[in-house]
Structure formats: C-alpha cells, structure tokens
C-alpha cells in the first residue's frame, strides 16, 4: 500500500513538473533591423547665426544627430512562464543634419567667401544583456519586454570644414573623430507572430540611453573664431522601432 502512494506521488510530481515545463516559451535568437530617433540635444540642431562667433569659441551642446539606422541580433531563454535571461548586440549609426547650417555659421564667423562642411557619421556598438518577459495574449501573438543593461562604444563623426576666401583655398579645419565606452540601458517591448512551428516575426518599440563623454581634438584651427567642440558630454538617447525575424528552438518547453 505505501509502496502504491510513493508510486502515485512520484507519478503526479512527474506530470505536474511536465506541464509546468510545457508553459515555459521557447528559447529564441532574433535578427532585427530598423530606425532610431535621436532625442534630446543629441538630436537637436542650431541655427547658423547663433553659431556665429568672431572672438571667442562657441563650445555648442547640439549633437546633430539625424535619423539613423540599426541592426541586431538577441536572443533569451526562459526559466519559468514568463521570465527568462537573454541579452542583445547591436550596431547603430546616425549622420548629422541641418549641414549647410553649420557651414554657413563657420563662413560667417570666419568671414570668407565660401565654406564646405563634410562630416562622417556616429557610429555606436552595443553589448547588453538582461531580463526578458514572455506572455502569450492568443493562440500564435505573443507580448514581449525586455530590460537591459550593458556596454556601448560610441564614436563621433569626424567634420572638415574646407574654406575658400578670393579664389584661395585655407587649409581645412577638422574636428576629429572621438571615441568613448560608457554604460548603456535600453527597455522596450513588442509583439511578435509565429508563421510556422519554429519561425516568427515581431515588432518592437524600444528606448535607448547612454552618456559617453568625449574629448574631442581640433585641427589647423588658427584663432577661436566659430564653433569649436572640445568636448561632448550629452546623452545620446533615442526611441527604436524594429522588425524582425525569430527562430524558436521548438516548441514550448
């Protein structure tokens, strides 16, 4: 008899550890790619008179940053219903806006005939991982959220202004590139669709921070006239909307 009940016990735990691992989403790896908007003074611009400076350097706080794109790559496995641990990485760059503003404000400032403005880009490298969330809202929808924290290294475009005064060409100004590594966090959520046992596809709102803070090296500048960036210590923050395709190692655990 007691040999029957441990029989049964041993039974009903097997069947209940069963279904509870049968609630558990599939582990996933996804690929994305989409559009990030710049936000804050990363994202903002400035006029060319304000830029405007005959004796003393304007150190300018506006990142130019226009509309950028981004690819990645995540992914996460889940210990219960609805919680599991993943992480994402993740390549991003942004070119700058509002260009012939900054020309104008430098060929005023330096009171020359013409100035080109050529700029490079920002470039940002992520590594994040963190806590993903899971909720099954129909038969093939699922709700996904995840929060992350981890590392990102940013770069900052590289802007050559070459100037021109009677038919003379000066020699160029640069501000050159700069680099700096820095903590990143990026919260979002999004909804995803499963087209056959193993495939889906999903949509995702997503914000990401982080706040590197650069020293920047001027070139051939040779007085304090117009803008001069030494350095930037500005969050570049923005809002990321993606679509991608998931792969699902099976079915529901």
Not at 56 to 74: E, K, L, M, R, Y
Not at 84 to 108: A, C, I, P, R, W
Not at 126 to 153: C, E, Q
Not at 230 to 246: I, K
Request: proline letters at 3%; glycine letters at 10%; a neutral charge.
């Amino acid at each position: 008899m007691n040999s029957s009940k441990i029989v049964l016990f041993l039974t009903a735990l097997c069947m209940s550890s069963s279904l509870f691992a049968q609630q558990k989403p599939a582990t996933f790896i996804e690929v994305d790619g989409g559009t990030s908007l710049p936000l804050g003074n990363w994202g903002a611009t400035a006029t060319a008179s304000s830029l405007m400076s005959i004796k003393g350097t304007i150190n300018d706080v506006h990142g130019w940053a226009n509309v950028g794109g981004f690819g990645s790559v995540d992914g996460a496995r889940f210990f219960s219903k609805h919680f599991g641990v993943g992480g994402m990485f993740k390549f991003g760059t942004h070119g700058l806006k509002n260009v012939d503003s900054l020309s104008q404000g430098y060929e005023e400032s330096f009171d020359v005939d013409t100035t080109r403005t050529t700029p490079t880009h920002y470039t940002l490298w992520s590594i994040m991982p963190g806590i993903y969330y899971n909720l099954a809202v129909a038969k093939k929808f699922d709700f996904t959220a995840r929060a992350l924290v981890g590392i990102t290294h940013a770069s900052t475009p590289q802007i050559t202004v070459t100037i021109e005064d009677g038919g003379v060409f000066d020699a160029p100004i640069v501000q050159y590139s700069a680099s700096k590594m820095a903590v990143s966090a990026d919260i979002g959520a999004g909804l995803s669709y499963s087209i056959s046992k193993c495939v889906s596809i999903a949509l995702r709102a997503d914000y990401f921070y982080t706040k590197p803070d650069f020293t920047i090296t001027n070139a051939t500048r040779l007085n304090n006239a117009g803008r001069e960036v030494n350095e930037y210590d500005q969050p570049l923050e923005s809002v990321n909307f993606s679509l991608g395709v998931a792969y699902r190692f099976g079915k529901k655990k």
